[in-house]
C-alpha cells in the first residue's frame, strides 16, 4: 500500500511517498534521530534537499575514494544484481546520491569494466527487481531507486574496512 507523510522538526521537513512497509520499518528510527539534534544555529541547513538518515553517524555523508570496479571487488561480485548493488553504492557513498535513476545505475555498472558484460544490461530491470524483492533496494518512483538502510549500514562496514 502507498503513503505519504510529511515530518517537520524545527527547520527540518522531511516529506515521503512510497511502500507503507518502508514506512513502518524506517519511521521509528527517523523520529528517534531527529529527537535527537540539536537545536537552533547548531543545524547545517545549507542543502535544500538532503535525506536524513536514521543513523547518526550517517554513513552517506562520508566520501569514499573508490570506483564502482573496485566496490565490486569488494563486494566479490559475480552477478548482475550484484554488480547494480556495487553501481548503487559507488553513486550513494562516493557521489553522495540518495535515489539513483536506473539509467545513471546502468552507466556506472558499465564503469566497471572488469565485472561488467553486456548481459547485465539487458537484464537490469530483473536485477532491480529481485534486489528489491530481497529488500536491498526501494523503489521510490518508477526507475527511481535507493538503498534500503539496513544495505547501506552493511555496505558502509564492507566498505569502510
Sequence with gaps: MECKIRVRVRDIEIEYEGTEAYLKENLPALIEYLAALPAGDELDT???EAEILPDATDPSKRKFELTTNSIAGMLNAKSGPDLVLAACAHLHFVKAAQT???KNILGEMKT????YKGSFGSN?????????KEK???ERT?????????TVSQLDK???S
Design 100 to 102: 539513483f535513476h536506473r
Design 46 to 48: 545549507d542543502h535544500e
Design 142 to 150: 518508477e526507475d527511481i531507486y535507493a538503498l534500503e538502510a539496513k
Design 124 to 132: 537490469l530491470s530483473s536485477s532491480l527487481k529481485s534486489l528489491c
Design 112 to 115: 566497471a569494466n572488469n565485472y
Design 158 to 160: 564492507i566498505l569502510a
Design 136 to 138: 536491498k533496494l526501494v
